[in-house]
């Protein structure tokens, strides 16, 4: 890869995916340990390893927080050997409770995009509305109602309401979203953690869900966007600011309209490659699985220039010393 490509080679598509694997092995020793923190550093010190192998000067733009709060893969950091500057927006382990807990849908995330073009969100909380592809554009709106957009979404699919699924992650904060919905008769998917996942579940006829509302962390927000640029979608998003804190986060990452509504566009508007691998088996990707001295993964990679998506089950070598460690 070389500063004259103006777009990301299409080789590095399969490397971002080796790079979700290292994380996800790694992380996978520590399932069911009871230990979150290990787990998810675990996962950042592969990531980091595996993204300084890659031919590119990389920017983490969402990454593990600020660099006082984070040794490694904090917000400005560095990586790669050298070429063409790029964005990188990542989540080491999404679903550090789930992995501890040996519970489904831990993945490891990671997006990037051409320099300059992935949204440079604070770490804070964001209001986030998503649907899949193939409908009018504005058929879903952040500033409506959750009633508004399930009625949209269903005369645009040409349903009743009680046809749709609305896919919330389980929290008290949604309750007023869930009772909306099942005032509509529609039926409500409740996920305990993971809403990249769950936004991305919307994009897939088989999953069954149509919509996807509630609130999450900003960063998975940016991801989730990656990731619907690269196969079709509508996402629309606010941050949401509890403090002065958070509001100079904001400030520091240059963002000065604190009431703005994110379009798709806004938060990955270049040429973008997303890549996840399961660390626990999940409704997306299967888990790491340790076979005497092989261990087998399941991987997804997509390119928005191309559409393309690979789903990669790949079978390695394990290393001794993480055999050495599963065997604990």
């Known amino acids: 890869m070389t500063q004259k490509n103006p777009y990301l080679d299409r080789i590095l598509t399969i490397e971002l995916g080796r790079c979700t694997e ?61 070429g063409a500057p790029v964005d990188i927006a990542l989540d080491p382990l999404e679903g550090t409770t789930l992995t501890a807990k040996a519970m489904s849908n831990a993945l490891t995330v990671v997006a990037m995009a051409t320099g300059g ?35 949209s979404l269903a005369r645009a699919k040409g349903v009743p309401t009680s046809d749709l699924t609305l896919c919330v992650l389980d929290r008290e904060r949604h309750e007023k979203i869930i009772a909306a919905a099942r005032k509509l008769d529609t039926r409500v998917f409740l ?45 629309q998003s606010r941050l949401i600011f509890r403090n002065d804190d958070e509001r100079g986060r904001a400030e520091k990452a240059g963002i000065t309209d604190l009431d703005r509504k994110y379009g798709l566009m806004d938060m990955a508007s270049g040429d973008v490659m997303f890549a996840a691998t399961g660390v626990t088996d999940g409704s997306l990707l299967k888990g790491v699985r340790w076979q005497g001295h092989k261990v087998r993964t399941h991987t997804i990679v997509m390119r928005s220039k191309s559409g393309t998506i690979r789903h990669i089950e790949a079978e390695s070598n394990a290393d001794p010393a993480a055999l050495k460690a599963n065997k604990r």
Do not use: W
């Open 22 to 82: 290292a994380a996800a092995v790694a992380a996978s020793l520590m399932i069911g340990r009871g230990d979150k923190e290990g787990a998810d550093q675990a996962a950042v010190t592969a990531l980091r390893d595996a993204l300084n192998r890659l031919d590119i000067d990389g920017t983490i733009v969402i990454g593990e927080g600020e660099r006082d709060e984070a040794p490694m893969l904090y917000i400005g950091e560095k990586v790669g050997r050298g």
């Open 191 to 235: 996920i305990p953690d993971g809403d990249v996942a769950g936004v991305f579940h919307t994009t897939q006829p088989e999953m069954g869900i149509d919509l996807y509302i509630g609130q999450g962390g900003a960063p998975e927000g940016v991801l989730a966007a990656a990731a619907l640029r690269c196969v079709g979608g509508q996402m």
């Open 117 to 151: 073009t992935l949204l440079h969100s604070p770490d804070v909380y964001m209001d986030k509305i998503a649907c899949g592809p193939g409908y009018p554009d504005g058929v879903i709106d952040l500033d409506a109602s959750v009633e508004d957009n399930i009625q």
